[in-house]
């Protein structure tokens, strides 16, 4: 079974500042998705950045960037110029391609201080 | 329309009573779930439909039922439910196909409370 690691129950940064958020994942799949969503207290989940495993480049949206190595499954989120509006919880979720079924790591709590 | 809309925003229901929450999305999608998130948890996936059929029950206790009557509808009927079934119940939708099928879309959820 698949299984998605968030090693950080919080993680702090200063407004303008950068922040990494981890994920690692276990997986026998060789063909899989995996994404970052950001969950603010209106509790709205949103989806931030998706990453293909087949693609070697990492994906990159505005200020939100992801280190993906395939190789030790590890798949971390950057959020460069931190905003106050970043403070939100963000799960690391995995989908096995073709397949309905998404799994979500457990959630990084980020604050963002002024 | 990017929006995935889920009515009541809150619900407090007793246990001896029958309720459903109701999700509507028009973004063509045709794949539907259901999600139970308790606080300071990930959601859990409990139901998908694809193709207006049930393709994933993640054993959901039958006082749980779904139901899709079409392509952008789906609702959970609720019955006989348990006070630790009070959690944030979320819907989400994504393609059915096509380069966009693993992105999930979701909705502002539904705030369940069994008393």
């Known amino acids: 079974a698949q299984t998605v690691t968030q090693s950080q129950p919080e993680m702090s940064v200063q407004e303008a500042e950068t922040v990494t958020l981890s994920c690692t994942y276990d997986?026998?799949?060789?063909?899989?998705?995996l994404f970052w969503y950001k969950q603010p207290p209106s509790r709205q989940m949103i989806l931030v950045i998706r990453q293909e495993a087949y693609k070697q480049q990492n994906a990159t949206e505005n200020r939100f960037s992801v280190n993906f190595q395939k190789a030790a499954k590890s798949f971390s989120l950057k959020i460069s110029d931190s905003q106050l509006g970043d403070a939100a919880m963000y799960f690391c979720?995995?989908?096995?391609?073709?397949?309905?079924?998404?799994?979500f790591g457990a959630g990084t709590r980020l604050t963002v201080k002024p | 329309d990017t929006e995935v809309t889920q009515t009541p925003k809150h619900l407090v229901m007793g246990m001896t009573n029958k309720k459903s929450l109701k999700c509507e999305q028009h973004?063509?999608?045709?794949?539907m779930y259901w999600y139970k998130q308790k606080a300071k948890k990930p959601p859990e996936l409990m139901f998908v439909y694809s193709y207006e059929k049930l393709s994933i029950n993640e054993s959901v206790p039958s006082r749980f039922s779904p139901e899709c009557p079409n392509s952008s509808l789906l609702n959970l009927h609720l019955h006989a439910l348990q006070p630790e079934d009070s959690a944030l119940y979320l819907c989400?939708?994504?393609?059915?196909?096509?380069?966009?099928?693993?992105?999930?879309?979701f909705g502002p959820g539904t705030r369940l409370t069994v008393t």
């Open positions: 997986t026998s799949e060789s063909d899989y998705y």
């Open positions: 973004m063509g999608h045709r794949a």
């Open positions: 979720a995995y989908r096995t391609a073709g397949n309905n079924d998404m799994r």
């Open positions: 989400a939708s994504s393609h059915g196909s096509g380069p966009t099928f693993h992105e999930q879309y």
